[in-house]
């Protein structure tokens, strides 16, 4: 996607440990009217596959959700993270690693908002090791229902979670794939 | 709002402790459709307000935001939860209760994206207490930036926050108030 590509470049920030933060637009402030374009593509990209729910990761996975969910015309389920205070077995529950925090942390989703009969596009921000979308694939396998693909707006293609996610035959689709972070240099190379 | 009314009376769940749960529509399974018409209510109560920046907090409070940012065609800058990891100061910062946490927990916002120049509305998606719209406020007070209301969707009349809003001048616009919850009748009141 040419524009997120450009505004990576103009307001990304190359911080040290591979990192480009995008906190202008996507993690922290929101251009809510460039998200909109942003849930177009997903939209492009999966609807002839018959999607009718939208499951992501709180927070920022579900400002891009949102808007493919309103292009669906269908519910998006977002799983929360933390544990729950009031245990019960009304939840489907993974783990993921939360490279924020700098630990594991459980994330849950309501089964009675995933069930056999739903068609799933998963949408998240940040695609690097996999381990939150690897999550949500652990729930939705849990709840029988099928998943159609999944969406991110940037993939670090340099980190593995992308490749094995393809290598296991699901369709994956990145808005813009980083190959390589300079951080001396400041560039950033997207694949081709 | 009547449609809203209609749907915590026909969707919300109440449990012991005065809690309503909206995990159907709002904070869990989001209907997008739905928090379009919600975005547009907050729009209409305060477009003649020279609004230019939505403030809110992660996570369901980004939900109703993005919509009151789209109408409003401004930025949304949302308050992130826990101790960043690059302790800085380039962050204004503040402390709020989570009641889901039951524990006090720090949020910060970015200095960069909010400033002196900015005229604030503050989204979010419930008010019982008040902690988190205080901690939202306690930042924009920090910034020098001026502040024209608060929208919450869902207020609790029968906790202190919104009162104490109003009691301070703030202009306060709840798109239900809750007066009333009988968890062995299940039954909800709401103010006229």
Chains 1, 2 share one sequence.
Do not use: W
């Amino acid at each position: 996607m040419k524009e997120l590509y450009d505004k990576i470049l103009k307001e990304g920030k190359i911080c040290p440990g591979d990192i480009v933060k995008v906190d202008s637009f996507l993690n922290h402030q929101v251009d809510v009217n460039f998200m909109e374009r942003v849930g177009a593509e997903f939209y492009n990209l999966f609807k002839d596959s018959g999607i009718n729910k939208i499951v992501s990761i709180e927070t920022s996975g579900v400002i891009v959700a949102m808007e493919v969910a309103k292009l669906f015309d269908c519910r998006l389920v977002f799983a929360k993270k933390g544990k729950p205070l009031n245990q019960d077995n009304s939840f489907y529950e993974s783990k993921v690693m939360s490279y924020t925090r700098h630990a594991e942390v459980e994330i849950r989703l309501a089964k009675e908002y995933l069930t056999k009969d739903d068609k799933v596009l998963v949408i998240d921000d940040f695609l690097a090791n996999g381990s939150a979308i690897n999550g949500l694939l652990d729930i939705i396998n849990q709840s029988g229902a099928t998943l159609i693909g999944c969406g991110v707006v940037i993939e670090k293609g340099f980190q593995p979670g992308g490749k094995a996610l393809r290598e296991k035959g699901i369709r994956l689709e990145s808005l813009a794939i980083i190959d390589e972070i300079d951080v001396n240099k400041q560039t950033i190379k997207f694949r081709k």
